[in-house]
């Protein structure tokens, strides 16, 4: 078994809209086919909270968007990731003392889907302040989203797994090295704006 530290607890708030006369369904069915067995999961009006290890919240997160994809929907998702606390929504120890063995590779395995994104860091109490945005436009980097840093953001193109695996590495550096921080993601697919790369 894993022993949990705080760093590896975080929390996703997330909403999907799928551009859909049944976005209800679409999102509702897509909920219900992630396996959540090992986060503690939330779900309002507006949104839904994963609470977890880092591993299982980014394996929820990127399954649950997978699930949702139609092929000729146009979908966005946002997503807010920060540190989280045990006491975090009333999350169990259990949910912080799980195995490293992810629960969703099925969903995961539809995921090569083309995607942008725009990412934010809002981080604090650290003495400089451009750091982080260097860190993450490296990260991008190594994951080949071809990133182009813009006022308040970062604008990212690749594969839906691709992008979450750049997330749950730009969680490990934030968890690590920043005492306390937002990040947050859009994703957007099948979008009807057509979009010239170069001159984004």
């Known amino acids: 078994m894993h022993n949990s530290s705080q760093t590896d607890a975080v929390g996703c708030r997330f909403s999907l809209y799928p551009m859909s006369d049944s976005y209800a369904d679409v999102i509702l069915s897509a909920l219900k086919k ?3 067995t090992k986060v503690q999961q939330q779900t309002d009006l507006l949104s839904t909270l994963y609470i977890g290890r880092q591993c299982h919240v980014v394996d929820c997160a990127n399954a649950v968007f997978a699930h949702a994809w139609k092929g000729n929907v146009h979908m ?3 997503f807010t990731f920060s540190k989280a606390e045990h006491s975090d929504a009333g999350a169990s120890d259990a949910v912080f003392k799980t195995d490293d063995e992810l629960c969703n590779a099925a969903a995961i395995s539809l ?4 995607a942008y994104a725009k990412v934010s ?5 650290i003495h400089d302040d451009a750091a982080p945005l260097r860190r993450i436009l490296e990260i991008a980097e190594q994951h080949r989203l071809q990133p182009k840093s813009m ?9 839906v797994n691709s992008l979450f695996a750049f997330l749950n590495d730009v969680l490990t550096y934030a968890c690590s090295s920043i005492p306390f921080f937002v990040l947050q ?4 697919v099948n979008s009807p704006t057509q979009v ?5």
């Open 111 to 114: 995921g090569n889907i083309p």
């Open 185 to 188: 993601a859009t994703v957007s």
């Open 76 to 78: 966005v998702g946002e």
């Open 34 to 36: 992630t396996d959540t």
């Open 196 to 200: 010239d790369w170069n001159q984004a």
């Open 151 to 159: 006022p308040l953001l970062i604008m990212l193109k690749g594969s």
């Open 121 to 125: 860091i809002y981080a604090f109490d």
